[in-house]
């Protein structure tokens, strides 16, 4: 009983400290590129042969990811609505990538504004 109390403790602490290093980092890691110095992020077009690379690697991840949620519908973690679901989803995403010429949208996230506490 003493150990398991232990462990709890220990495991309590060291949540503590990640979640609190996560928080204190938080701020650097959604600031806007003019808030911590850095330059936007320029906008970048692939070749004919990178962009065919980057799909052929896309699409066989894309297939072993699809593969994983056919087990899980099989096994009954997924109904086979939410796995379809989520398959279409991954062609939708699959899709945008295709039309952006397979660079992601790094600004996509640089919405939020957070101030700096002092």
């Known amino acids: 009983m003493k150990k398991l109390g232990i462990t709890l403790m220990t495991v309590t602490m060291l949540t503590t400290l990640l979640v609190g290093a996560a928080v204190v980092n938080s701020d650097i890691a959604f600031a806007s590129p003019s808030e911590t110095g850095e330059e936007a992020q320029p906008t970048v077009q692939l070749t004919k042969e990178q962009q065919n690379e ?13 593969e994983v949620i056919s087990k899980y519908v099989d096994y009954g973690v997924l109904s086979e609505e939410k796995g379809q679901q989520i398959i279409d989803h991954m062609d939708e995403h699959y899709s945008k990538l295709e039309q952006n010429g397979f660079v992601p949208p790094f600004d996509k996230y640089k919405k939020h504004h957070h101030k700096h506490r002092e």
């Open 54 to 66: 980057i799909s052929a690697l896309t699409r066989e991840i894309m297939d072993k990811k699809k």
